[in-house]
């Protein structure tokens, strides 16, 4: 059974981009190799994003993973153009169920902010997957933004440090 997981670079202060959506700030970012995305490389079955996560993952720079990884990518949307190798899905659970069914056994792993918190508000989040970066963004998207406040408790799956960037594995209890 696929574990749906939610994976994401966020910098030091908890932005996952800038504002208006500004992803520039990974640019540059120098990583190196990190066994975390190896391991979740080698298991991903599919993807789930939303329709801000897809607009630029439908450009050649914009390419899902960098283009490391290719596989059935399902995009939560109603009102985005079609682009070869994206199915666009109207309903966030038949997305994810799509995607799990796709993915077997595998992961599905969820990017975007706003679907991520969509699925961990509807029950269907096992695990989160967070590099922190060593930048301080001072304001934009949070990694996880629920005005008025949610306590969601997390268990460690690994935590580890490659290079600058640390990695936090966490399951959703």
């Excluded at 283009?67 to 309903?91: H, K, M, N, Q, Y």
């Excluded at 008025?148 to 966490?170: A, H, K, N, Q």
């Amino acid at each position: 059974m696929a574990k749906v997981l939610y994976h994401i670079t966020m910098s030091l202060d908890g932005f996952v981009a800038g504002p208006a959506d500004d992803m520039t700030w990974l640019a540059g970012l120098h990583t190196g190799p990190n066994p975390a995305v190896s391991r979740l490389l080698g298991e991903l079955g599919a993807v789930v994003m939303g329709h801000h996560t897809y607009a630029p993952a439908t450009t050649a720079e914009g390419r899902v993973y960098g283009g490391r990884w290719e596989g059935p990518i399902f995009v939560v949307t109603r009102s985005a153009e079609p682009a070869p190798g994206f199915t666009l899905v109207d309903d966030l659970g038949k997305a994810v169920a799509a995607a799990c069914s796709a993915a077997g056994d595998g992961y599905v792993a969820v990017l975007g902010a706003t679907t991520a918190r969509r699925c961990l508000e509807a029950g269907l989040l096992d695990e989160v997957l967070v590099h922190v970066a060593p930048v301080l963004l001072g304001d934009g998207v949070r990694l996880f933004d629920h005005p008025g406040g949610t306590l969601v408790r997390l268990e460690p799956v690994e935590l580890s440090s490659s290079g600058s960037i640390g990695t936090c594995w966490y399951r959703v209890a």
